[in-house]
């Protein structure tokens, strides 16, 4: 018997030496994304898990799609989600309502917004925008407030300019189809656009307000419980960002791989990888890093436009903390 239990004892002890030790300690994750994950714009993640940035860490992350940034918000500050995705404004919005979530990790220095409109529309800059129909995904997402910020920027009020809420296809098709003037767009669409062989002219958000790039969003309880749980999930997915910025055309292959469903459009994919290089990731000193006082400014927007009723704190907003 002594000889039997020593026996089990070995050959226990070399099948544990045979596991790698993250898998035997695997910790399991559910992130909640904003929006199906086809979007180009989740290439960070993506690229992270494919590539075992997440495994490393110990982690096991699946992703699951959801109604938008605010809801996600909502979600994980009501205990149903441990981290999600939103844009890095997103707690403004989400704390005014009693939502207690705030950004941990910005995802580029620039804006996720820009404007688009094809060639010869006439349309140069915002002040052009007046009497113009231009699309918006909807009117509770970032992207229509941060055009509400490029319009005010020229003087101009919603009433200036018809909006028309068209969801994530009919924001860049109504213009594709020449049945808008210009589009707030993240990168993607533009492409997209671009793609239907029409010449466009991209004006960035950010040339004319504060408006951010994606976030990740975490809640007050899980930042005070399981801070180490948000600083791997953090490190893993800027390992992600940082190789796209480095070489696009390099994480081509392992992207489609994470996503079976843009295996056919890779020209697609890398075109809109490389506008997220030149229009969204750039303009960090620190990658990850929440700039406090344009949060600050894009509050006092958000207050003055009726978006949101009051004033938080900055710090209930972000934590640069877990970027060290």
Known sequence: M??????????????????????????EVTYLLPAPIEQVAFAPWMIAQQRGYYAKEGLKVTFQPGRGGVDVAKQLGAGNGVVGGAFGDTPIIARANGVPVKSVAVLGGRSMTQLVTIEGSGITAPKDLKGKTVTAMSY?????????GMM??????????????????????????HKADAMAAVPEWAAEVR??????????AFDYTKSMAQAILASDEVIQKHPELVRKLVRATLHGLRDIMADPKAVVDDYVAAVPGNKARRAFVL??????????????????EMDVARLGELQKFYIS???????SALTDLYSNEFLQ
């Open 2 to 27: 002594k000889a039997l239990r020593l026996m089990c004892v070995v050959l226990f002890a070399s099948w544990q030496a045979a596991v790698p030790v993250s898998a035997q300690t695997m910790e």
């Open 140 to 148: 509770a997402d970032s992207g229509y407030f941060a055009l509400l």
């Open 152 to 177: 005010a920027s020229a003087g101009l009020t919603k009433t200036d300019v018809s909006i028309q809420a068209a969801g994530p296809a009919g924001v860049w098709q109504l213009v594709a189809a």
């Open 195 to 204: 793609d239907t062989g029409a010449k466009i002219v991209i004006m960035p």
């Open 271 to 288: 075109e809109s990888l490389q506008l997220y290089n030149t229009y969204v990731y750039p303009g960090q000193k620190v990658l990850g």
């Open 305 to 311: 436009q009726g978006i949101v009723q009051k004033e």
